[in-house]
Nanobody, 116 residues
């Protein structure tokens, strides 16, 4: 497994931007897929964006065109650039690492609050 630590959350006004980081305890170059999930109060955790080892990306429909996922293998870090944030984006954001044949690793989350 790999230890993951999220950072970059906070309070932002609607229309604002944040960049989340997910720092890994080891090289991420061989991690098959990494993803960002979020969980709002009273709701199930949902997939926001995913990036594979080849760099392919996928996004939840409601964030397409606003969020960008990326990974920097040299820094062992994954990012989520979030622009034009909306109140409905408010949630705790978690990162996940998937290595085939090994149980998924999760971070502890970072709070994002979008409010005026």
């Amino acid at each position: 497994q790999v230890q993951l630590v999220e950072s970059g959350g906070g309070l932002v006004q609607p229309g604002g931007s944040l960049r989340l980081s997910c720092a890994a305890s080891r090289s991420i170059s061989s991690i098959n897929a990494m993803a960002w999930y979020r969980q709002a109060p009273g709701k199930q955790r949902e997939l926001v964006a995913q990036i594979t080892i080849s760099g392919s990306t996928d996004y939840k429909d409601s964030v397409k065109g606003r969020f960008t996922i990326s990974r920097d293998n040299a820094k062992n870090t994954m990012y989520l650039q979030m622009n034009n944030l909306k109140p409905e984006d408010t949630a705790v954001y978690y990162c996940k690492a998937t290595i085939y044949g090994i149980r998924d690793s999760w971070g502890k989350g970072t709070q994002v609050t979008v409010s005026s």
